[in-house]
């Protein structure tokens, strides 16, 4: 083994630890999320800071709603980045859904880092009062 040899192999070791400590700034979160619901639909809650819509990614496939995202968090152009655990955070959650819900009426809004989800449930599906007759 010769000096060169060393060198390679120390390089690629060095490689390692910075893809390895890439990996670990560039994980998946579970973004937190407040589920309300009535008679009439699902109301969801997400938060996802630092996500602008071009970087949304939402999907209803199976009865299955999947939410992917990644988060733009820039740094200012004076200041240099010094140590950074979650650089640019991707968040990811799935949920299943009832059949009893229309999924080609979703509706999604996405304002200040906050996604806001509105699942309408199907017309058969929904609460209704039956009339009793008399006589």
Same mark, same amino acid.
């Given at each position: 083994?010769?000096?060169?040899?060393?060198?390679? #192999?120390?390089? #690629?070791?060095?490689? $390692?630890?910075?893809?390895?400590?890439?990996?670990?700034?560039?994980?998946?979160?579970? !973004?937190?999320?407040?589920?309300? *619901?009535? &008679?009439? $639909?699902?109301?969801?809650? $997400?938060?996802? !800071? &630092?996500?602008?819509?071009?970087?949304?990614?939402?999907?209803?496939?199976? &009865?299955?709603?999947?939410? *992917?995202? *990644?988060?733009?968090?820039?740094? !200012?152009?004076?200041?240099?980045?010094?140590?950074?655990?979650?650089?640019? !955070?991707?968040?990811?959650?799935?949920?299943?859904?009832?059949?009893?819900?229309?999924?080609?009426?979703?509706?999604?809004?996405?304002?200040? &880092?906050?996604?806001?989800?509105?699942?309408?449930?199907?017309?058969?599906?929904?609460?209704?009062?039956? *009339?009793?007759?008399?006589?």
């Amino acid at each position: 083994m010769n000096d060169t040899t060393e060198l390679t #192999q120390r390089d #690629q070791s060095a490689l $390692a630890r910075r893809e390895a400590e890439q990996s670990a700034r560039r994980m998946t979160i579970t !973004p937190a999320v407040d589920i309300f *619901e009535d &008679g009439q $639909a699902v109301t969801l809650w $997400a938060d996802l !800071p &630092g996500v602008t819509k071009d970087k949304l990614d939402i999907r209803v496939h199976d &009865g299955n709603l999947s939410i *992917e995202a *990644e988060a733009v968090v820039p740094t !200012p152009a004076n200041l240099r980045l010094q140590h950074a655990e979650v650089r640019e !955070p991707r968040f990811a959650r799935t949920f299943t859904l009832s059949p009893d819900f229309d999924t080609s009426k979703i509706e999604a809004s996405l304002q200040d &880092g906050v996604l806001k989800l509105t699942i309408p449930r199907r017309e058969e599906a929904r609460p209704r009062r039956i *009339e009793v007759k008399t006589g």
